[in-house]
């Protein structure tokens, strides 16, 4: 007979310490085409935040500084910053790898006819969020139409080379749960997609990355009306598991913010926590490489999200065995 596996659940989310910077990750405002129930930027249509031009130019001076080549292109929906284009165009002349964190339905907007040849022409990886293959699921989180819209995108994808074999172009796409549930396993469920999405519309996708919904700005409001939120803070800590913690992405990230200020992580940003809880909060034109290397990571309870069950982050799972 075995014997239940008992997880030790610290009172406190652990202090961790940064290592190699590998990532720059930037929000380049919070306008957006969608206003998805679960979004922890709280973005929409009305939302005027957005990076300029001045910033930007900070930005890219600071991934020659500091020496790292991935630069990870997030909003809103990034691609509606009218300068979006020139800051992909930038840092591909540095030798970087740009990554966009794309809606898919952006594709399809009357003034975005050419960002799939934008895309495609100059490798940018494409990182698009696709909550479910079911239709009805995907539009009860993001609206109604929006799964047919998902899937046109991604045929416009394809066509263009995406995900095709021996193709270098990388779609990868994202899910994740309704509500106050874990992911499932993320291989087992990337072959669920692949088959579905496949058999029944045609597309193609590389990856399939899992993330946990975050108790934070929209999808926290939402469950404290619904009185969830204690419940689903107790649901991340009760599935916390250590082996977690050396892979969580704000050890080789940092995240800015549409107005240049520098946060350990994407999810801290939303929360004005600034990088290693720093007095006044650091800005990209003063940040330094002493800031970062083994330097302590503002940590809060949210983290849990990160840490629970397989793990969660912005390449997906971390423990990919998890529930296979």
């Not at 997030?74 to 970087?96: D, M, S, Y």
């Not at 740009?98 to 100059?122: G, K, M, S």
């Not at 419940?231 to 704000?250: F, S, T």
């Not at 650091?282 to 990571?297: F, G, S, T």
Request: proline content about 6%; charged content about 20%.
């Amino acid at each position: 007979m075995s014997v239940p596996q008992v997880l030790t659940v610290p009172q406190h989310f652990p202090q961790i310490r940064r290592g190699r910077l590998e990532t720059v990750q930037v929000n380049l405002g919070y306008r957006c085409n969608q206003a998805c129930h679960h979004c922890h930027v709280e973005a929409g249509p009305n939302r005027p935040e957005q990076m300029s031009l001045q910033t930007m130019e900070e930005i890219l001076r600071l991934v020659e500084r500091l020496g790292t080549n991935k630069l990870d292109i997030t909003g809103g929906a990034p691609e509606l910053n009218p300068h979006f284009r020139h800051l992909v165009l930038a840092a591909k002349a540095l030798g970087c790898q740009v990554i966009d964190r794309c809606n898919l339905t952006i594709l399809l907007e009357p003034d975005q006819e050419t960002l799939a040849d934008f895309l495609a022409q100059q490798g940018v990886e494409v990182v698009a969020s696709l909550p479910c293959y079911l239709e009805s699921n995907v539009d009860a989180q993001r609206g109604k139409g929006v799964f047919r819209k998902s899937v046109e995108a991604i045929r416009l994808l394809n066509e263009k080379g995406y995900a095709q074999p021996g193709s270098p172009l990388i779609l990868n796409l994202v899910y994740n749960p309704q509500g106050t549930n874990l992911p499932p396993s993320q291989e087992n469920l990337q072959r669920e997609y692949k088959k579905h999405l496949h058999d029944e519309y045609g597309i193609n996708f590389n990856q399939l990355f899992t993330l946990t919904n975050m108790p934070i700005q929209r999808f926290a409001h939402q469950l404290r009306r619904q009185q969830q939120l204690e419940y689903y803070y107790r649901l991340l800590e009760q599935n916390y598991q250590e082996q977690n913690l050396a892979e969580v992405m704000c050890r080789h990230l940092i995240s800015i913010d549409w107005q240049g200020y520098v946060y350990d992580c994407d999810f801290n940003q939303m929360l004005a926590l600034p990088l290693g809880g720093l007095s006044p909060r650091p800005h990209v034109k003063d940040l330094q490489a002493e800031y970062l290397l083994d330097a302590d990571i503002r940590t809060g309870r949210h983290c849990f999200g990160c840490t629970a069950g397989q793990g969660s982050s912005c390449g997906g799972a971390l423990n990919k065995t998890e529930n296979s």
